[in-house]
């Protein structure tokens, strides 16, 4: 009984520890099922109110966020140049949210993770 008590305990803190807070940058699941960067503005019942980099605004439970795990390698789309089409690259090189993407069809460009997705 005890030991179980305790693998409670350990997955509840565990739970506890990735619940984002206010403030936080997150990846969120939008209506078209990928995850786009954004900024939790407040906790709600089950999920946050994300404020996502393009200015939409939406509640989303904690099963559709997470942390933002880019990283070098990563794949994701990316909209390129800005012109509302998004293809499919890799992160190639990383400054903080300044990303270099290497898009499958041999075109680059430098850009923010603002401007990018994945699943």
């Known amino acids: 009984m005890r030991k179980s008590m305790v693998i409670f305990s350990v997955l509840m803190c565990s739970v506890a520890a990735a619940a984002p807070k206010a403030g936080d940058r997150v990846l ?4 078209d099922g990928f995850f786009y960067p954004g900024r939790v503005q ?18 989303v439970p904690f099963d559709k966020l997470r942390a933002i795990d880019w990283r070098v390698g990563s794949d994701v789309q990316c909209n390129f140049k ?7 690259g890799k992160i190639a090189r990383m400054d903080g949210e300044t990303i270099a993407i290497a898009y499958a069809d041999g075109d680059s460009e430098t850009a923010t993770i603002s401007r990018c997705r994945s699943r």
């Open 82 to 88: 800005n012109q509302g089409k998004y293809y499919p």
């Open 42 to 59: 407040a906790l709600t019942d089950g999920g946050a109110s994300v404020a996502f980099d393009d200015g939409d605004v939406a509640n």
């Open 28 to 31: 969120a699941v939008w209506g």
